[in-house]
């Protein structure tokens, strides 16, 4: 197989690119110039030189990366030769390939450009990742179809190019609708269901409804959001001079507040709140917008997984699954990120804290191979879905599941009863520790100043002070005691044919459906206040997502007998039945 070159139009996108790193340096240069009382005419032409040196320097380091870099596909392997001082060759065999993920910002879009991640190892690993800067968008998507497809790479690689690559046909869904294939990789069709590649459907279970937005504001990015706000709002004013955060201007803004504090505080507060919505709402834009969850059908006659992934689930042969899952979103960064059902090793429901309180929840994929997140990455590369509400995210998960999942069930009373412990401690412990101290320190005499004024004013906001300390510890016990209980709540397990269920957590409740093929090993942990109340952590290990799930607090009997029953044979040398056949 012949080695191919990287498009020659990235010399383009790394000169516009290059263009803010030009804005930066110029910034820079005509305020020190000015500053010395140069002419305008030279500064203007200082600007100028550094503006070319910039952008010749960065054309010519990418015209140099183009150059040494070859790429090939062939039947076993995709292989990677790149490296400007440091030469590497990498190669990463077709049967390891996991995900592959497609992301073309706005100045690559507008190029006909995408960045393809090809992720082939446990973990995100970023050794066993191979990246692909950049191919033309027709490239990378047959490049997807041919590593996902198990397409022999002989007939459209060497000479005649992608083009002789079976492209995905036309068909009409049920709605009457006309929907593309992966040709038009770009579009929406107009029917669910209704696009075929291959001989196969591909199947959209799920695509972005405006009034999912309402749950951006119950996101993290709501407290974040304000950051990014003034974040955004700092850099212009930095680059012009303006000292944002000098003490000059902290003492102003201190001085304004404490002027009247019941009218400038919750001003301030509100502000935050409507900073924190607005950016809440433009990453939920722009994150998810032409967001569509889609299933492709398998290859034909594929074999089932092998090696160290291969699944070992029961019910693997009679509803063996080898589609591929797609993921497609960005409003101004476009993403695809195509997973291998093979390499699905269960699904993830994740409730935070406000999203459960407003009725919704988000899915994420336990899968092996998925790359870390990129720098100024807003969504988990494991995300399945936006948040959305509860009921259409369980429908979601079971779909990818591959069925309903099964109610988890309670975990004993004595769970409770030691998450309440833990809360009472939490907070009853320091406050106490805090009142001995100040009780301490007051009959030794000791005080914050010794100037008579400065006693007088402690002493006679003792109070108050003692006022707002008692409202704070109750508030503070009151909101433990109900995180404890929302926690005991949350705790629960199940067994299916095909899935181990798991869930956990008060502040971020998490619900993991682990394939049973996907399990490798266990972990029993038991401390000694478990051991006093009975209970138990068992923990599955995997080589997919977080390496390991627990089914925490579970009584000691209902624990064992949930690990032995769900890959049978594994633990029976550890364990000991007692009281016959059911013990």
Not at 167 to 187: C, L
Not at 232 to 249: I, M, N, Q
Not at 499 to 514: D, K, M, P
Request: hydrophobic residues 45%.
């Amino acid at each position: 197989m012949t080695w191919r070159r990287l498009p020659g139009r990235s010399v383009g996108v790394s000169a516009v690119l290059s263009l803010g790193a030009v804005v930066a340096v110029d910034v820079v240069v005509v305020r020190v110039l000015h500053g010395a009382d140069r002419p305008w005419g030279a500064v203007a032409a200082v600007a100028a030189v550094a503006a070319v040196l910039i952008v010749a320097a960065v054309v010519a380091y990418d015209v140099t990366r183009l150059r040494v870099t070859r790429w090939r596909l062939t039947r076993d392997r995709l292989e990677l030769r790149s490296g400007v001082l440091s030469r590497r060759h990498r190669s990463v065999p077709r049967d390891r390939v996991r995900s592959v993920d497609l992301r073309a910002d706005p100045v690559r879009r507008a190029f006909g450009l995408a960045v393809v991640r090809i992720g082939a190892g446990g973990h995100g690993d970023e050794r066993t990742e191979l990246t692909l800067d950049p191919l033309t968008r027709a490239e990378a998507e047959s490049l997807r179809r041919a590593l996902l497809s198990g397409a022999p790479a002989g007939p459209f690689l060497p000479a005649t190019g992608w083009e002789d690559l079976p492209s995905a046909s036309t068909s009409t869904g049920p709605g009457g609708g006309r929907a593309t294939g992966d040709r038009d990789a770009g579009r929406i069709g107009g029917a669910v269901g209704a696009e075929t590649v291959g001989a196969g459907a591909v199947e959209v279970v799920a695509r972005l409804r405006w009034s999912w937005v309402r749950y951006a504001p119950l996101t993290v990015w709501s407290f974040a959001g304000a950051a990014i706000v003034l974040g955004v709002l700092y850099k212009p004013l930095d680059a012009l001079g303006v000292e944002v955060f000098s003490g000059e201007t902290a003492g102003v803004v201190w001085d304004w507040l404490t002027e009247r504090p019941w009218v400038t505080v919750p001003l301030v507060v509100a502000g935050n709140v409507v900073a924190g919505v607005t950016g809440a709402l433009l990453i939920f834009v722009e994150s998810w917008g032409g967001y569509r969850l889609e299933r492709e059908p398998g290859r034909p006659g594929s074999a089932t997984a092998t090696g160290p992934d291969r699944v070992r689930s029961p019910a693997a042969d009679p509803a063996r699954r080898d589609g591929r899952w797609r993921v497609r979103r960005g409003l101004l960064t476009s993403r695809s990120l195509t997973l291998d059902e093979e390499r699905l090793r269960g699904v993830e429901i994740r409730e935070p804290l406000l999203l459960r309180l407003g009725g919704g929840a988000r899915v994420k994929a336990v899968a092996t191979g998925l790359g870390k997140a990129e720098e100024g990455e807003t969504e988990d590369v494991a995300a399945l879905t936006p948040p959305l509400p509860r009921g259409e995210a369980a429908r979601v998960a079971a779909r990818i599941a591959g069925g309903p999942l099964p109610e988890p069930l309670p975990h004993p009373v004595a769970a409770r009863r030691r998450r309440v412990r833990r809360a009472l401690a939490a907070v009853v412990a320091p406050v106490a520790a805090l009142a001995i101290a100040v009780a301490v320190l007051s009959r030794s005499g000791w005080s914050w100043a010794s100037e008579a004024g400065v006693w007088a004013r402690a002493a006679s906001t003792e109070a108050w002070v003692w006022g707002v300390a008692a409202s704070v510890t109750a508030t503070a016990l009151a909101a433990a005691l109900w995180l404890a209980v929302a926690g005991y709540r949350g705790l629960g397990h199940a067994l299916g044919g095909r899935h181990l269920v798991a869930r956990s957590g008060a502040v971020v409740r998490r619900t993991v459906a682990l394939d049973l093929g996907g399990i490798v090993g266990w972990t029993i942990t038991q401390s000694y206040v478990q051991r006093r109340a009975g209970l138990l952590t068992v923990s599955a290990t995997t080589a997919a997502g977080d390496g390991h799930y627990d089914v925490v607090d579970v009584g000691c009997d209902a624990g064992l007998e949930l690990a032995a029953g769900a890959v049978p044979g594994l633990l029976d040398p550890f364990l000991v039945r007692t009281g016959g056949p059911e013990g």
